[in-house]
């Protein structure tokens, strides 16, 4: 396993983890500052702006995109709502590619009828498979922790995540792989497997980490620093990296009442910090 | 599928769902008076009361106890604190039997160290069996929702929970079996195929019924009432009942800002509505 303290350089500020205080330009700073080589900005932060002038400040901090977030929710109420959610993914995909990110985030949506859901985010990835390949931005799918199944995911587990890209890639990743957050990931008896099946794969485009709160008072908004959780950090990034994985470690804390309240100087040492003691 | 208009005396309500606003005396007699058929209380309403009096109530109300709810979580910070744990079930496996319940509900219990649980929970189990055996109650091992990962659960699929009683007894079952919960297994992509398994080895130990809000404010103790959330209450029913389940259709619902603020009557009239209409 890597050690994280000589590999600074692989590791990723999610910008959601500083709670967007900033302009993106100061967030760029801010992140290549701590000495991280990585960053992944949201649509929010980018959309409407010059997108080819935050790319050169990304490129010019010596920083890589190492994903972009993500997806309109793809399944729809009705048909043309699942197109334009389709006609809205392409254009994100597209802004991706002109900011420089290999990756593209899908979180996927869900329906009061998930069987239903189901079935549309697999015809609607069919949709944009060739819209990424022409662009030059992979698809990360990210299974969700199953607490979001009524309403951000209707991919709940690795596996599924795994059957979807095999069944739409049954030669092989070409364009779609997943995104292996261990918020997500972390409860799963399946888990270990599932990684290795990934990895033979070379489908893992993604690695998050965070922590999961012993007293969780909000499933979307309380997710803890590092080491202040229950989950086997580096049990899980050993499985990541024994399968392949040589990417970067992006850390994504979504904290309304604690995390987003610092400063972007205390939250980026803290996790520079945690990084290298217990990630 | 059973018409359960036609089926209320199969129909059974746990007592959770009631709020525990009334000694066990006045809980029977509604319980009954409503037209359901069976009863499933907890070890707070029994334990260190007159058990073959309340016994007696409830045959003579006419009513099945369906379950007993719950075990003492099994992992334990030390060998002792494990085995006090199961001691402490086995005096409840008793009291479950006094009762006249066929089974015992075993929610397991997490640790921050996840494995480590899992395999207390496996030794733990194997403890239980042969008094479970010699009082004649089966163990129904329920696997939680994901979202109790860190406390509640280390056994989070029915997947998992079905693997476990394979390996506990590879000839078939003679004391352990699973209880399936919707709120616990609804957003499992596996769960037609795993309730499937669950029936070819007469697994199905118990089926309950609730309801998932979209809008969930706390994942403990926000359940809907069967109707108001996403879940396909009938689509799991179908499946259940497919794989060979012939058993009690159980309610439970926690709800301490709605149901337990409401009388056990307008409480139980609306299960009976529900479970009549959606379920």
């Known amino acids: 396993m890597r050690n994280l303290a000589d ?24 992140v290549a500052r701590h000495g991280f080589g990585g960053i992944a900005p949201w649509r929010r932060e980018i959309e409407g702006q010059d997108v080819s002038g935050i790319a050169k400040k990304i490129r010019d901090a010596g920083l890589k995109v190492t994903g972009f977030c993500r997806s309109t929710y793809i399944p729809g109420a009705t048909r043309d709502a699942f197109l334009a959610s389709i006609d809205d993914n392409k254009r994100a995909i597209s802004t991706a590619a002109k900011l420089g990110s290999d990756v593209f985030v ?5 329906l009061k009828d998930i069987a239903a859901a189901r079935r549309m985010v697999v015809e609607g990835l069919g949709l944009l498979l060739d819209h990424a390949a022409s662009e030059g ?9 199953p607490v979001y199944a009524a309403d951000r995911s209707c991919i709940t587990t690795t596996a599924q995540a795994l059957d979807i890209c095999d069944q739409l890639e049954p030669s092989g990743m070409k364009q779609l792989g997943v995104l292996l957050d261990v918020y997500h990931i972390w409860w799963d008896p399946d888990v270990q497997r599932q990684i290795k099946r990934a990895g033979q ?29 229950v989950i086997d950090l580096q049990g899980l990034r050993r499985a990541v990296e024994q399968a392949g994985y040589r990417g970067f470690v992006e850390v994504e804390i979504f904290s309304q009442a604690d995390w987003w309240k610092r400063s ?3 939250t980026l040492e803290t996790v520079r910090a945690r990084m290298v003691s217990v990630t």
């Open 106 to 110: 899908l979180v996927v949506g869900s």
């Open 137 to 145: 931005v992979k698809l990360a799918l990210e299974p969700l922790h």
């Open 7 to 30: 590999h600074l350089n692989m590791c990723s500020v999610n910008t959601a983890t500083l709670g967007f205080q900033a302009p993106i330009a100061e967030v760029i700073e801010a």
């Open 264 to 266: 972007m100087n205390e």
């Open 201 to 229: 794969g070379s489908r893992i485009l993604g690695f998050h980490v965070n922590d999961w709160l012993l007293e969780t008072k909000d499933p979307l908004n309380d997710r803890g620093m590092m080491g202040d959780g």
